[in-house]
């Protein structure tokens, strides 16, 4: 896999030919290829690359000429920042309003909410960031269009979300990014609702005369929560994908944006290290979901099945 | 009855879903015309006037003639330039939905029919796949591949085939335990015939109801790698192109140059959806009666 990677990048083209100032001999161009290791065999660059991932090694950037995986792991606070405020935006009000939308589907509320989710799913991500920047920030004037603002170290690392400014910075991407899944659980969380009124211990606990608040926010919610957090969770590693497209809108100096610009200058141990740094979240979250999923619904414990 | 007429029957009581193929019809009529409606060719850089440049929708030319929806940063009608956009955006869509589906159905009919080995390698690999999120996959590809028309369009493919392999493989193996195969097989009929004729025939609805809604999904999905500069090379844009050239001016107010291009790709991409969504009520027996 990680040869096929490798190889392939290879092969798109030679980063000589965009590091290299233009007006460089060829003398230069030489010196310059053999202090990257670009001048040996395609197998024997492999060999040594394999031989210094081992290790935790990805190689340097040829465009920065620092380690590939410290400067991504530096973006990557941000990144993760960008992705948890976007989630937790999705779950705050996803929740709550597929709950409305579920309890009164007949309702003007629970209509507009449902409109407005399925305009979430078609507007493409990236032409609604384009609108939030033109409508808060060119027309309004109310949020900056660009970067992370001033950062505070929270136990080492640097975040945003602890300064007025920082927040700020923070909302139009979040909220952006936040936008498919927002509409993703206020869909999962309505037919959830739906689907949990019409069981029999809804009905019962009806019977029983309880009140209507403890009926949805215990019955009901407890059992519309089980999906929605495994959803909740598997596209915690997409929201950290498709952070690529809104870093390049808002300048977020992320990782994704990280991707892009080395995508452009062909800087390949990045772009490597980079595929084998978000592989190893998504399989981390995939875990992380599936425990989480054991403990909140007994009947999949597999210790206990027997 | 047909089966054909009674669908098309059921599609059209839903007033949303006549409107949204009206509306699919009009941007598909656009994208096919755009050659001969356009009022410039807007990359014949001859007819260009620098003088023209950035004005505002409904401004006149030097030369007197009106630009409808704006000017960009070289001059150049919008409303062309959104017409050739569309052009380029709708058939790359449709190209790679129609690849992938023809690609993904054959290797989940193989599966479903042939099972074993072959089975348990493509789905693990459609697993593997799916596990992914798209965008990164075509990422990924197009880092590898480089630019251009056909490169996009195998990205997309590429992302594509696994859905199409997946509901293809389920809806054979469910077919394929019914009689008429059964009578298919007895009567000695040649494998080909019988997965050609008889088997797929029956499995496309659900396999319809998906590559509608993957239109939609391939034609956002170029846009955002165009708009990441990933995508179609600057010679032949599409509107991702076209909004991410808008989004420098954004910033100074001229906000025609990539709201427009945008609101063609929102136009295009829902219209799509609600035939889409009204496509699933119709043709999928489970949703008939929610």
């Known amino acids: 896999m990680s040869l096929l990677v490798f190889a392939a990048v ?37 060999f040594i690359f394999i031989k210094h991932a081992s290790t935790g090694d990805l190689g340097k950037s040829f465009a920065f000429n620092v380690p590939a995986v410290g400067l991504i792991l530096e973006r990557m606070p941000a990144t993760l920042e960008l992705a948890t405020a976007a989630m937790l935006i999705a779950v705050l009000l996803g929740i709550p309003l597929g709950l409305w939308a579920g309890l009164k589907p007949r309702s003007a509320a629970g209509r507009t909410i449902m409109a407005g989710s399925i305009l979430g799913f078609s507007l493409p991500t990236f032409w609604v960031g384009l609108m939030l920047i033109m409508v808060f920030s060119v027309w309004l004037g109310w949020l900056p269009t660009s970067g992370r603002g001033p950062t505070t170290n929270l136990i080492g690392i640097p975040v945003s979300f602890l300064t007025l400014e920082g927040l700020r910075h923070l909302a139009l991407p979040a909220a952006n990014l936040a936008l498919f899944n927002l509409s993703l659980l206020i869909r999962l969380t309505r037919s959830g609702t739906r689907e949990a009124l019409q069981q029999d211990y809804v009905r019962f606990a009806r019977a029983k005369g309880l009140s209507e608040t403890r009926i949805v926010g215990v019955h009901v919610l407890r059992n519309v929560l089980v999906p929605v957090v495994t959803v909740a969770g598997v596209e915690f590693g997409s929201v950290i994908a498709f952070a690529v497209v809104t870093e390049s809108i808002f300048a977020w100096p992320g990782m994704g ?50 | 009855m047909t089966p054909a007429r009674r669908i098309a029957a059921e599609f059209a009581t839903s007033r949303i879903a006549l409107a949204g193929l009206a509306l699919l019809a009009l941007v598909l009529l656009a994208a096919a015309l755009a050659p001969w409606i356009s009022p410039q060719d807007p990359y014949d850089l001859a007819r260009l006037d620098l003088l023209d440049s950035r004005l505002p929708p409904l401004a006149r030319s030097a030369a ?18 959104i017409l050739y956009g569309l052009r380029t955006s709708v058939a790359v869509g449709f190209a790679s939905t129609a690849l992938g589906l023809a690609i993904g159905v054959s290797l989940g009919l193989a599966a479903a029919w042939l099972g074993g080995w072959l089975d348990a390698l493509l789905m693990r690999l459609a697993d593997l796949q799916l596990s992914f999120p798209s965008i990164l996959i075509a990422l990924v590809l197009l880092a590898v591949l480089g630019q251009g028309l056909d490169k996009i369009v195998v990205a997309l493919v590429a992302v594509q085939w696994a859905y199409y392999a997946r509901t293809a493989r389920a809806a054979a193996l469910v077919e394929r335990r019914k009689e008429y195969i059964d009578a298919a097989i007895a009567l000695a009929l040649s494998n080909a015939r019988i997965i050609f004729r008889h088997l797929l025939p029956n499995c496309l609805p659900p396999l319809l109801v998906l590559a509608t809604v993957q239109v939609a999904a391939a034609i956002t999905l170029e846009a955002t790698l165009s708009f990441l500069g990933l995508g179609l090379p600057i010679t032949q844009p599409s509107l991702g192109l076209l909004i991410s050239n808008g989004f420098n001016y954004l910033l100074s107010g001229h906000y025609w140059i990539s709201v427009f291009p945008g609101i063609a790709l929102v136009l295009a991409v829902v219209s799509i959806n609600l035939v889409a969504d009204r496509l699933r009520d119709v043709l999928d027996p489970h949703e008939r009666h929610r």
């Open chain 1, 257 to 306: 944006k990280l991707l892009i610009d080395s995508i452009n200058v062909l800087d390949r141990p990045v772009i490597v290290g980079y595929l084998c740094i978000v592989v190893t979240l998504f399989v981390a979250i995939n875990l992380f979901v599936d425990l989480a999923y054991s403990w909140l619904d007994p009947r999949v414990r597999p210790g206990e099945a027997r």
């Open chain 2, 64 to 81: 007197g003639t009106l630009y409808w929806l704006g000017t960009d940063d070289q001059g150049r009608d919008m409303l062309s330039a």
């Open chain 1, 10 to 46: 290879y092969a798109v083209g030679n980063p000589m030919d965009i590091l290299v100032n233009p007006q460089s001999d060829q003398d230069e161009i030489a010196r310059a290829t053999a202090a990257l290791g670009l001048d040996r065999p395609l197998l024997e660059q492999y």
